[in-house]
């Protein structure tokens, strides 16, 4: 894990953005951590998205509560529901 001022940050990002394939970094101001940089796949971006979209995790947990219901989603309710997602 590697340390950065802002202000260097501002300055060389592509570089730092480079760096977080081998590293995490953390941007500091007045030498307090504010953020983190770290790679961000495919996988590890759609992850990012579910976990913090209300909407994906209310449908999940919807989902959820009616399988443990005995309730059964068709394909085509499932699709429906999708794009209403997409448009999030």
Known sequence: MKFIPVREAKA??????????????????????????????????????????RKIRESIEESWEAYKRGEITSLDE???SKKKIEKV
């Open 12 to 53: 060389k990002l592509s570089e730092i953005l480079r760096d977080t394939k081998k590293e995490d970094i953390i941007i500091t101001c007045w030498g307090k951590p504010k953020a983190l940089l770290q790679k961000l796949g495919e996988e590890d971006f759609e992850d990012y998205i579910i976990s913090h979209s």
């Open 78 to 80: 499932i699709i429906k």
